[in-house]
């Protein structure tokens, strides 16, 4: 088979997954219109919850990256004495 065949039939599995998703959703956004309960917009609470998740989650990202970072004199340590005698 051709090496790009798997990579094709992958694509073609996400797109279907996706258009049955958007059809499910369709579906049950018409059955709660037809119940008269529409579904409620995202909220101010909601969004704020999200933005506060973000920042929280970036700002560990950044602390992590900060705590990785070897210093000069770590990098300096881990490196053999070069003698200047041959």
Do not use: K, N, Q
């Amino acid at each position: 088979m051709h090496p790009g065949y798997f990579g094709l039939v992958a694509l073609e599995i996400a797109a279907d997954r996706s258009r049955e998703a958007e059809r499910r959703r369709l579906v049950a956004s018409a059955r709660a219109a037809r119940d008269g309960r529409p579904h409620p917009p995202a909220g101010p609470l909601r969004r704020t919850l999200a933005r506060s998740a973000v920042a929280l989650s970036r700002g560990a990202v950044g602390l992590a990256r900060r705590l990785d970072e070897p210093t000069a004199a770590e990098v300096g340590d881990c490196l053999p004495r070069m003698t200047g005698s041959a």
